[in-house]
């Protein structure tokens, strides 16, 4: 398993290199989005409407992250549970999404929609989300400010942990068998 520092927008054969379990350290800008703020976003694609930020190659983190502290950014900011976007996310990838972070298991669809569309889906460490925050720099609610905690924001992040669940070529962290672990058993 490697390390990879890569930037924003994510290029399709920085994608496509990635495997289940390599390390991804991300910078650049990220953009947030979940349930109730992916069901706008649909909204605005059934009416051929453009989304608010730069769809190609672009990394959406589900995530609602709590207010600001004073001196900060952006609070506590950990991932939430992925397959509550599962409908949605086959139609962002088709149109260029290129990763997306969240934690837990995506659906043989999103998996699909990796492979078809060289993408991948990178966990973040959930219950860390203090610690993740100190990654991002900036916040930016650019759409949907109404929705509170689940308005659209752009982050910056630097160097932003994440590890590999699923590539683009079908593999999957989840289900590797950890051979270290079965020798020491």
């Not at 909204?43 to 995530?63: K, M, Q, T, W």
């Not at 949907?144 to 982050?155: C, I």
């Amino acid at each position: 398993m490697a390390e990879y520092r890569l930037h924003t927008p994510l290029p399709e054969d920085d994608a496509r290199r990635l495997r289940a379990g390599d390390v991804v350290l991300l910078s650049g800008t990220i953009y947030t989005a979940r349930d109730a703020a992916h069901r706008r976003l649909m909204e605005l694609l059934d009416r051929g409407e453009p989304l608010p930020f730069p769809v190609e190659g672009a990394v959406i983190y589900y995530v609602g992250p709590t207010p600001a502290p004073p001196g900060r950014p952006i609070g506590s900011a950990g991932p939430t549970t992925s397959y509550r976007m599962d409908t949605y996310a086959p139609r962002l990838h088709a149109l260029g999404v290129r990763a997306t972070i969240g934690k837990g298991r995506r659906s043989a669809a999103v998996r699909d929609a990796l492979r078809e569309y060289g993408a991948v889906y990178l966990g973040a460490t959930g219950g860390a989300g203090a610690l993740l925050s100190r990654a991002i720099t900036a916040a930016t609610v650019i759409a949907f400010e109404d929705l509170g905690p689940e308005a659209v924001r752009a982050l910056t992040v630097q160097d932003f942990p994440t590890l590999v669940i699923n590539d683009s070529v079908g593999g999957e962290l989840y289900v590797q068998p950890d051979r270290a672990a079965a020798r020491i058993a």
